[in-house]
């Protein structure tokens, strides 16, 4: 298998963010507004590479990895999800200094950043969402068995499962998302894993992720955020994914779509949930005209 050649080279950097340290992939211009993106759930910021190499002009972009994913840090004593909101203010901090970003965010990542779009309208320029619209909403009749579940899961120190190899996990990765090709496949299980000495690869996030959140999602807090949102909002959704479905439905993502004043939505066909991977030259197509 060939692997994925980037065009665009990413740069590394570190900052200590809220005691944790956080690994960062930098492209294009080193001053400048930048764009900032968001990969979701045990993912990485070096995968938004397809997107980078897609876009037709030099933007300044950045793309951390979140505690416990990739290179960066790992927190001890959890996950939890409002710390993830306080590392991004805490990262805007750092790098934005001359008025408000433009913030792209994928699934998990794109969760985190509608809700921080409203809870700081005044530093989101332009906000993009892909496949990142909330979860389904839960009742609290549910809390008895996810607590449970939380703690009997504390009983036993979480671990992934080895990865025979590079090619193997680009095979799973196609399998699962059938329109990835294979050097794209391959380039994105490099990227998820380290090498171990007897030369199987082990995954890169920290395995205390798998753990029940005890926390139910509470989709009226969300959608309180979502009102708040003052940034221009485009919203993108892969047509051959599920998670319309799984919010509900065609009718419940209009009403979400609603609760924000200005905001599009826009399809890409031939892409599954992970649709800048699927599709970069679509979506950056579509990010391109909007942020501009």
Not at 92 to 113: K, T, Y
Not at 155 to 179: D, F, I, T, W
Not at 202 to 209: F, K, T, Y
């Amino acid at each position: 298998m060939n692997t994925y050649q980037a065009i665009r080279q990413a740069r590394s950097t570190r900052l200590r963010l809220r005691g944790i340290d956080y690994h960062l992939h930098c492209w294009g211009p080193e001053t400048g507004r930048p764009t900032v993106l968001l990969h979701g759930w045990m993912d990485v910021g070096l995968t938004w590479q397809f997107l980078v190499d897609a876009l037709t002009s030099e933007r300044r972009l950045l793309a951390p990895d979140w505690r416990g994913f990739g290179h960066s840090g790992h927190a001890p004593g959890g996950y939890w999800f409002p710390d993830y909101l306080a590392d991004l203010d805490a990262l805007l901090d750092a790098i934005a200094h001359d008025g408000p970003v433009d913030i792209v965010g994928h699934s998990m990542g794109g969760n985190i950043a509608g809700l921080y779009a409203g809870l700081r309208p005044e530093r989101v320029r332009r906000l993009v969402l892909l496949e990142g619209f909330g979860m389904a909403r839960r009742v609290p009749a549910e809390a008895v068995d996810r607590y449970r579940q939380w703690l009997d899961e504390q009983a036993s120190p979480p671990n992934h499962k080895g990865v025979r190899s590079l090619e193997a996990l680009a095979r799973r990765l196609r399998q699962r998302h059938p329109h990835l090709p294979e050097d794209r496949a391959l380039f994105v299980a490099e990227a998820w894993t380290r090498p171990l000495p007897d030369g199987s690869r082990c995954l890169l996030g920290d395995p205390r992720h798998k753990r029940a959140n005890p926390v139910l999602y509470r989709l009226d807090e969300a959608e309180a955020c979502w009102r708040k949102i003052r940034a221009p909002s485009l919203w993108m959704i892969g047509e051959a994914s599920g998670v319309v479905g799984m919010l509900g439905g065609e009718d419940e993502l209009r009403r979400r779509q609603a609760l924000i004043g200005d905001v599009q939505a826009v399809r890409i066909p031939e892409a599954g949930h992970m649709l800048h991977h699927d599709q970069p030259a679509r979506v950056a197509e579509a990010l391109a005209g909007f942020l501009d």
